[in-house]
């Protein structure tokens, strides 16, 4: 499932399936498992050859039109959709996505801001991934203006490499390249790309389109990028079948984000090829043409039957046209082909909520705590937990997961008030109630005065701003 989770200045909280919707200014994160998991294994041969653990670093798309990518804190690289649209070959992704471990590999951390300034941009890129769940979970009080403050700021402010540090970038990207078998031309390619957007000044306001230094690092590595003897094979660690996987998430992307009319006529009715099935499919869908959507889903599935992202794409669609059963159906055969794939649990048990019977809330709950055990972040998880202990006149339980929800996002004030809550209507299990009244003394402010705890501690040695 596509979910775009929406930066606002508008309190609502609803779950957009359409990227056409987002004005200017507004930033959104973009969830969807098919364009995560081709950029992972884009990213994972990289991570192999620098040396750096797969698991420490996370990838996200951002919808913005702006061509860029910069990693921010705790390593979490940050891809815009803009630059996904330009880059013209997955040569070009893996060129950026090296600069942005070569910075990572390099330990390029951000020597030149104060403490409170790297705080900003943690809590920025926090609170900008703690919104997704919030929207999805429909919950107005979770969403919060200037989300992404910190990271824009950030970015044109404080995420400042110098020139040294860019070439250092540059020559581990060439490098990283040079051992996957690619040739470093797809680096230089894409950055004369990005040099040529930052001139047309091709961006949105929040996101950084700017970078004075771009143009010195095109001829940098027009002038190194021979010293890197050129593959004419590859090394076999990029998987084969990655071009059209990602040209497929690209066609994908396009025909969430432009408008319908255009991708229809980009993907005429008479033409029965992949791309122009799976466009229509989600164009017809966003214009509320039920029929001819399922219709070109189900051609897809018939000739692709194994194909789990199509499976997905038609749940989608059976979700957001009220066939909730339908929905539910397939995504728990999904969830038993992909049973480590969070981001599907989660929209699995999502539909499971939305159908509301005791049976159902209650398989949603066991798939949300195993999705808790993976990854205690995933901040929908709580907020779905908390509708079911609600439906179930569980109060305290319910009030529980909203206050560790709350902690998430660092909204301490709020999370402290829930777990009062939970300790006054009662909570069953005496590992939550103590759960409850450890979060009910979490200490709100005087952070001048305190050390940084742990987590604070490591993100901020962890922090690593990178930009393209
Ligand atoms: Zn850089």
């Known amino acids: 499932m596509l979910r775009l989770i929406k930066h606002l200045a508008v309190i609502c909280a609803i779950l957009l399936t359409c990227l056409a919707s ?42 913005s039109k702006t061509v860029n990518a910069f990693a921010t804190f705790d390593r979490t690289v940050f891809i815009c959709a803009g630059l996904l649209f330009k880059a013209e070959k997955v040569e070009h992704i893996v060129g950026v996505l090296s600069h942005e471990i070569g910075h990572i590999a390099c330990e390029h951390l951000i020597r030149h801001i104060g403490m409170a300034e790297r705080s900003k941009i943690l809590s920025g890129a926090l609170m900008l991934l703690g919104i997704g769940a919030g929207m999805m979970a429909g919950s ?51 950055t004369e790309i990005f040099a040529l957007s930052a001139r047309l000044n091709i961006g949105e306001k929040g996101l950084p389109n700017t970078h004075p230094d771009i143009e010195e690092r095109v001829n940098y590595l027009r002038s190194n990028v021979d010293r890197y003897k050129q593959q004419t094979t590859r090394s076999g660690k990029i998987p084969d079948g ?22 229809l006529a980009k993907y005429p009715k008479n033409d029965d090829s992949m791309e122009t099935l799976y466009a229509r499919a989600i164009a017809l869908n966003r214009r509320g043409d039920f029929n001819g959507s399922i219709t070109c889903i189900n051609i897809l599935i018939s000739r692709f039957p194994k194909d789990p992202y199509l499976a997905e794409t038609k749940a989608q669609i059976l979700y957001e046209n009220s066939r909730i059963a339908e929905a539910v159906m397939l995504y728990r055969r999904l969830v ?6 969070v981001l599907l649990n989660v929209t699995f048990a999502n539909a499971l909520v939305k ?49 560790e929800s709350a902690l998430l996002r660092e909204n301490k004030n709020e999370a402290i008030a829930q777990a009062k ?48």
């Open 22 to 63: 987002y004005g200017d200014d507004d930033v959104v994160l973009i969830r969807d498992s098919e364009i995560e998991d081709v950029l992972i294994d884009i990213l994972n041969p990289i991570l192999d050859v620098a040396g750096v653990s797969r698991k420490s670093v996370k990838i996200y798309v951002l919808g």
């Open 242 to 263: 990655i071009e059209e996987r990602y040209k497929r998430i690209k066609v994908k992307l396009w025909a969430y984000s432009a408008p319908i009319e255009k991708v």
């Open 140 to 190: 107005p009080d979770l969403v919060m203006g200037g989300v992404l403050g910190g990271i824009a700021m950030g970015t044109n402010t404080f995420l400042y490499h110098s020139r040294a540090e860019e070439e250092a970038a540059d020559n581990k990207a060439m490098e990283f390249m040079q051992k996957l078998g690619l040739s470093s031309r797809g680096l230089l390619e894409i």
């Open 336 to 341: 038993a082909m992909k049973k480590d794939d």
């Open 355 to 403: 159908s509301g019977d005791i049976a159902s809330l209650n398989e949603a709950e066991k798939v949300l705590h195993n999705v808790l055990i993976k990854d205690r972040t995933e901040l929908l998880a709580w907020r779905l937990l908390s509708i079911i202990y609600g439906r179930r006149n569980e109060y305290g339980e319910s009030a529980l997961m909203l206050a």
């Open 421 to 468: 809550r939970a300790i006054k209507y009662g909570l069953k299990s005496p590992g939550q109630r103590q759960r409850a009244e450890y979060i009910a003394q979490v200490k709100t402010s005087n952070r001048k005065s305190k050390k940084p705890s742990s987590t604070d501690k490591n993100n901020v040695l962890s922090l690593t701003a990178a930009k393209l």
